[in-house]
């Protein structure tokens, strides 16, 4: 099987969407499926269409995609959809439609979470088209639990991390973190890119970091807040759940809240975050336990993926 992907892979600390194209080619190298960028190959069965856009060098988008199709009928396309309009509306207005708009010429549609899939049915996608939702997983050789350990009579170690620093990424709430938690009993730490119109002045800021270097901080700590909005799924907080911590997170956080309620407290504003931290600590081995870990690995999503495209094959 000869499978093309649309968008390179990407070894250093960047977007969720470019891990999954990593972690996915590492998984189907390893099955010794072949993996190639170059759309001018021959005999290729899967087009797996990560962006619609072209590229910098002005091919592999849609209309590269529609072009190869023409030329070899029986070469299937596979969308993945991972990103709304709503979390960052000022410079993507256009992306609905140009999704929709590539939607034409897949054959199936793959969706990372039912919160984005009921999000573009209400854009226009039609639901009777080949879809299916998987969400997102991690590399548990990364992200794995620490062993069991106690919050008592020590600083409950609190963090978050983002790639962006969009302000949706949560920054009402890490902002209201660093001027109204209890400092002297917790900390608080950040790791990513902070927005520019803030400077901290208690919670730790840690520069980007990628692979086995986030997973060591993450189970550094106790407790792991997103304040994320309208959320595709994200990766954040799986990784930090795969590390062993329990999550805070918003009612409008998206995908996100599909993935935490088991394990985690929902909050609707920033002045609701001090209780939920109580809350957790409370009952802080009982979050711990109800994380599954199966849910959270990557393999398991990309063994979905394989199980799309078998399907695919069977489909005339």
Sequence with gaps: MKIYFNRPIKKEAWGGGSHFITGFYEYLIKLGVNVCFDLDSKNIDFIFMFDPRPDSSGKNGVNHIYQYIQMSPKTKVIQRINDTDIARPLDKPWRIELLLYANQIASHTIFISKW????????????????????????????????????????????????????????????????????????FSYMGRYNKQYAPKNIKLIPPKYGMEVGNVLRAHDIYITGAKFEACGMHHIEAASCGLPVIYHKDGGGIVEMCKSHGVEVENEQQVLHAIEKIIKNYNVYCQKIDYDRLSEEESYKKYLNVMEKENHVK
């Design 116 to 187: 984005l899939k009921n999000h573009y049915i209400e854009k226009g996608f039609n639901d009777k088209k080949n879809h299916t939702v998987i969400t997102n997983g991690c590399n548990q050789k990364y992200y794995f639990p620490k062993n069991k350990k106690s919050i008592k009579d020590r600083k409950v170690k609190i963090i978050t991390h983002h790639w962006s620093d969009n302000y949706m990424k949560g920054f009402d709430i890490y902002n209201y973190l660093d001027q109204h938690l209890d400092f002297q009993n917790y900390e």
